[in-house]
Structure formats: structure tokens, C-alpha cells
């Protein structure tokens, strides 16, 4: 997620509008320029001011790959808007009614090689920054509890092992 957001104000996004379930994805988000964070498991209906009017995005990138959350995008994106489905989660069912109603265009997204080569020439000249999102370095010796430390959202973003 936080990483859609680095890409999504590099390609050009006026606002960005994250949500999760967990407060530490949602600072991450902040820090890396998110303008307004929502906790859905806080506020269940923090996305509801984004239906009026048939729906206030653009383009919205759902990568949680919760069945739920994609079903509550249907509501907050405009009629013609763009859904990409970045999270996986497994078979889903979708209300055709509504994708045919209000016209939008639902598209997968993968990370194939050719953005591992973008994303490498980006952060090369420094056009993008991740630091934000880099909770800890370790060394490589303790790559179980690096592992560990990574797998709890709630502690940790992204871990690096250091090999120094």
C-alpha cells in the first residue's frame, strides 16, 4: 500500500486517500505522503463522505485483496473510474450489477520484472524515497528475528538485513 502511494504521487495524484485496518501501515502511509489516512476498523464509515455524488476517485488501487474491501471501492469510485486490484486473496465474488452500472474498469496489476528494473533506476537517482518505510536493519545473523519482526504489521514496515 504504501508503496501505491509513492507511485501514485510520482505519477502525478492530487490527493491520496489511504485506509487499513492497523495504525502502523497508516503512519507509514502519512510519512510517505498519503493526505489523509483512514482506520476502517475504527471508523467503519470513514469512507463514506467519498460516495456522494456517485463516488469521488478517480483511480483506486485495492491491495489488501480482501473481497470486502473491493466491494466497498465500488461505492467511493466515480462512474467510469479505474479499480486496480493489486492485493491477492483468493476467489471472490462481485456484484456485476454494479461494474456494469456505473462503467468501471476493474484491472489486475503483478509485479513482473520490468518494474523490478523501473523500481531499481528510480530509487538509483533518487527519485523516489522508501526510507519512511524502512522500520529496521538488522544483520544477516539475525535474519529469524528479522523475519519475525517483519511478519507483525504492527511493529514493522519493511526490514532489511544488513550483510556488513
Request: charged residues 25%; neutral net charge; aromatic residues 6%.
Amino acid at each position: 500500500g504504501a508503496l501505491i502511494v509513492i507511485a501514485a504521487r510520482r505519477a502525478g495524484a492530487t490527493h491520496i486517500v489511504v485506509t487499513d485496518m492497523a495504525a502502523a501501515p497508516l503512519r507509514s502511509a502519512a510519512k510517505v505522503g498519503a493526505d489523509e489516512t483512514i482506520n476502517v476498523a475504527e471508523q467503519p464509515e470513514g469512507l463514506a463522505k467519498f460516495s456522494a455524488d456517485k463516488g469521488q476517485f478517480d483511480v483506486l488501487f485495492e491491495a489488501s485483496g480482501n473481497e470486502r474491501a473491493l466491494r466497498g471501492a465500488f461505492d467511493v469510485l466515480r462512474p467510469r473510474g479505474i479499480i486496480v486490484q493489486v492485493g491477492l486473496g483468493g476467489e471472490m465474488t462481485l456484484p456485476i450489477n454494479a461494474i456494469v452500472a456505473k462503467e468501471f474498469d476493474l484491472r489486475g496489476a503483478f509485479r513482473f520484472h520490468e518494474e523490478f528494473a523501473i523500481a531499481v533506476e528510480l530509487l538509483n537517482k533518487g527519485l523516489v524515497d522508501v526510507k519512511p518505510l524502512i522500520s529496521a536493519t538488522l544483520p544477516y545473523r539475525d535474519a529469524a528475528r528479522a523475519f519475525a519482526l517483519a511478519a507483525d504489521r504492527s511493529q514493522a514496515m519493511k526490514v532489511l538485513l544488513s550483510f556488513e
